[in-house]
């Protein structure tokens, strides 16, 4: 409950000072959330540093972004037309291999900002701005669905991303969360329902105004999500979630709460606080904005295509059968 | 011979692979083998613009003057969409060298660590807001999220 009340003062302390007199508002005068989002920004969801404080300086925010261009820029500079091939064994984290390279990533070009405020983590609460411990069941369930995404026998073992049947990293949510590319989001509101469509793998989430929640017995992958307005706040509530989605080691008891407010024609505020019991120690809340995009959602059709998963149940396959097996990749 | 190329298979080396970062959309390294480093340099026939990763059909000639085609694995096509690149940005008959690693089934499919025209220019560079390339040759990359 003081968890619940501290939040809630943060949140009313933000909106306090945002003026939202000047945003666009739908015929019934609520705000108008509708159009193209993205959520692309080079805050991470912890602070990288211990200790470190909530804000960064504007020279500490200059030095990421200019680090950030400067990587970019690197990155496209010409290679070696007489390199050979890269070495055996492996070059980097990325399970030896490589991953991509830098001109199909984007991970945006700028920190998030709040009123004024540039930051260091998207996870503001706790106050050290990182996701508070497991709980030992939370541990425990962790360490099954790691020995899980170590299993090529079953193709219903392989994690939903890679089988094109959600986004990867919690793109969509609930709560969203910035990944490395395709952070697109379109937002259609009607007086009674929103819908969030959210570019990697088309997940669309659907948000019932007013409603209650389905019962207990109707589980959905992306939850369940009934929404009101506080004020200018569209507040979202999710729940019904069942075990075979999960958000960084969440159950389905998992309950979401997000915030969306429009702080002027380009900015979004997104606000979430994520609460199970049954994984962390204790509740805990992030926040960052979304930016105003020119560009528009595009399609993404990722099951037609999807001749990665087919590769890499026929490694293993093959790695069966010479014997070679323990050299097959660990996923996340 | 409309291609030079070649194809370098490694000795075999065992390795500890380590985690594929998350937030990726598939491991790497469940797919594609460390110990079978490729360069392959040869002539675009075909590129698929699809997701979850854009495919890069080349025809490449072997030291004993096979000639194979193998794919290439590269991003999602999205990205550069949003940028301004085009299907007319790499079409068929265009020379690439591409170095990555070999498919663990062993089929000709590899993974785009490195994707250039002949003289080593990225063939997708001048775009904004990307990040670096993750493909250790830069130390100071951030780890993935």
């Not at chain 1, 064994?89 to 199909?104: K, Q």
């Not at chain 1, 075979?244 to 702080?263: A, C, D, M, P």
């Not at chain 1, 595009?298 to 590769?311: D, I």
Request: net charge neutral.
């Amino acid at each position: 409950m003081l968890v619940a009340a501290l939040l809630l003062g943060v949140w009313t302390s933000a909106g306090a000072q945002t003026s939202t007199s000047s945003i666009p508002r739908t015929p019934d005068g609520k705000p108008d959330l509708q159009g193209f989002w993205d959520a692309a920004t080079l805050t991470p969801l912890e602070r990288p540093r211990q200790g470190q404080g909530k804000t960064l300086t504007p020279a500490e925010a200059t030095a990421i972004e200019r680090a950030a261009a400067e990587r970019r820029d690197r990155g496209v500079r010409p290679s070696d037309p007489n390199r050979k091939a890269p070495p055996a064994g492996g070059v980097d984290s990325a399970g030896g291999v490589g991953g991509y390279n830098g001109f199909w990533v984007d991970r945006g070009s700028s920190v998030t900002s709040i009123n004024g405020e540039a930051r260091t983590s998207i996870v503001v609460d706790p106050p050290d701005g990182h996701v508070p411990p497991f709980t030992p069941e939370g541990r425990a369930r962790a360490r099954t669905r790691r020995e899980l995404a170590n299993t090529f026998d079953d193709v219903e073992a392989r994690p939903l991303g890679e089988r094109c049947l959600m986004s990867f990293g919690s793109s969509a949510g609930p709560p969203a969360l910035p990944v490395m590319y395709n952070n697109i989001k379109q937002i259609v509101q009607t007086p009674d329902h929103v819908m969030i469509l959210n570019e990697m793998v088309h997940d669309a989430r659907i948000v019932r105004m007013h409603g209650p929640h389905l019962p207990g017995s109707i589980r959905k992958w992306l939850g369940d999500s009934i929404g009101r307005w506080e004020g200018d706040t569209l507040v979202v509530e999710t729940t019904n979630f069942t075990n075979k989605t999960f958000f960084r080691g969440s159950s389905e008891n998992l309950k979401v709460i997000e915030r969306f407010t429009r702080l002027d024609a380009k900015t979004l505020l997104y606000q979430f606080t994520v609460e199970d019991s049954t994984t962390w120690t204790r509740p805990w809340s992030g926040e960052y904005v979304w930016a105003w995009s020119e560009q528009p959602l595009y399609e993404y059709a990722c099951h037609e295509a999807n001749y990665s998963l087919e590769g890499i149940l026929k490694g293993a396959r093959r790695q069966d059968a010479d014997g070679s097996a323990g050299n097959v990749g660990r996923p996340r | 011979m409309t291609a030079r190329a070649w194809i370098v298979a490694s000795a075999i080396v065992s390795v500890l692979v380590t985690a594929a970062p998350a937030g990726a959309h598939h491991a790497f390294a469940a797919e594609f083998d460390a110990n079978r480093p490729v360069l392959l340099r040869g002539k675009v026939t075909k590129v698929e613009w699809v997701n979850p990763h854009a495919w890069v059909h080349v025809e490449v000639v072997t030291a004993d003057g096979k000639t194979e085609t193998w794919m290439v694995e590269a991003g999602t096509p999205n990205t550069l969409l949003r940028r301004g690149i085009t299907r007319q940005s790499l079409v068929p008959g265009m020379e690439i060298t591409v170095d990555g690693y070999q498919s663990k089934d062993l089929s000709k499919r590899a993974n785009g660590r490195d994707m250039t025209f002949p003289d080593g220019r990225k063939i997708f560079m001048g775009s904004s807001g990307t990040g670096a390339p993750r493909d250790g040759k830069d130390p100071t990359e951030p780890p993935v999220r």
